[in-house]
């Protein structure tokens, strides 16, 4: 089995070079996938894209079907009229019924070591598996902690991949819960049980397969670097792409109401002084509007420095 050595050429292009350099044939191609090296720093959706394009790089000069996008599950192709297709576990072994031995996959998913698992399969027949790392990002668990001091009583972690990548993942971040394994329905029947829970639910999201949730939540905030149809059905778009963009927009929101809260009790304090004092006579109507509309200016100038400073 030869290796491919993986070269980035732009998001979702990537060209496989075959270490000898003698020709292979098809067979010889999709079997090298097993030994494949890189470091792969996108989401695994944006992976998957990049191995459409791999798919069409390793089929040049042969006969090949365009690839189909299989949302939240995989992609497929024909290759000299061969089936292929690479996915998570349930899309290749559930939905495509491929056939894997019993020992052989054990022995794989003893080996992933927390890495989520992309199989290959052609005709029904598993050639090759792939390990994707997704390291959490700098910044997240301080985040997470931010976002715990400002109130956010509960964060749960939903997620496509693996048990074991989602529980390292969500054990480093500091998140209260985490969901495995979930297609776009699962996670928004999971918005929808808490929602029903009576619950106040925020949504975060940058994919397609989020984009049911964010719908659904209270609040959909997308992230800057998203899909677009995450960002269409999101109530927010953050213009940054790392979470402290959260923190900081929590900040904002509850400053505001703060602000509104206490900005609302000076006004009623005032004006029933204002009422109390025109009533019985103390004050005239003129001194009473007056005093009115300047408490009204000082306190708009008051909130305001909040955004100047």
């Known amino acids: 089995m030869q290796p491919l050595r993986w070269h980035s050429d732009g998001l979702g292009r990537y060209l496989p070079e075959l270490f000898e350099g003698r020709e292979h044939g098809v067979d010889d191609r999709l079997q090298g996938l097993g030994q494949l090296g890189g470091d792969f720093p996108q989401s695994v959706g944006q992976f998957l894209e990049g191995f459409a394009g791999l798919l069409h790089l390793l089929v040049i000069g042969e006969r090949h079907a365009a690839v189909e996008y299989i949302v939240a599950h995989g992609i497929a192709s024909s290759i000299e009229g061969r089936r ?15 056939q894997l031995e019993s020992d052989i996959k054990e022995r794989i998913e003893s080996q992933m070591q927390g890495l989520s698992p992309l199989y290959l399969a052609v005709d029904g027949t598993v050639v090759g598996v792939l390990g994707i790392e997704d390291p959490l990002k700098p910044g997240v668990r301080e985040a997470i902690a931010d ?17 074991r990548t989602a529980e390292r993942i969500a054990r480093e971040a500091g998140v209260d819960e985490f969901k495995a394994e979930l297609l776009p329905e699962d996670k928004y029947a999971y918005v929808e049980r808490i929602k029903g829970e009576g619950r106040h639910v925020a949504m975060v999201g940058d ?101 100047l400073r």
Not at 84 to 97: K, L, W
Not at 147 to 163: F, N
Not at 238 to 267: E, F, H, N, P
């Open 84 to 98: 292929a297709i690479i996915g998570s576990a349930h899309f290749v072994f559930e939905d495509e019924g491929a």
């Open 207 to 307: 994919g397609v397969n989020d984009s049911p949730a964010l719908g659904l939540a209270d609040v959909g905030l997308a992230m800057g670097g998203g899909s677009d149809i995450a960002k269409e059905v999101a109530d927010i778009i953050l213009t940054d792409t790392d979470l402290a963009a959260i923190v900081r927009l929590r900040r904002m929101s509850q400053g505001l109401i703060d602000r509104l809260s206490s900005s609302y009790s000076k006004v009623m304090l005032t004006n029933s002084a204002l009422l109390a004092l025109g009533i019985t006579g103390m004050i005239t109507p003129q001194t009473s509007s007056l005093l009115h509309n300047g408490s009204t200016i000082a306190y708009s100038l008051g909130n305001a420095k909040a955004y």
């Open 147 to 163: 976002l715990h001091a400002l109130g956010v009583k509960h964060v749960v972690m939903l997620t496509g991949d693996s048990e």
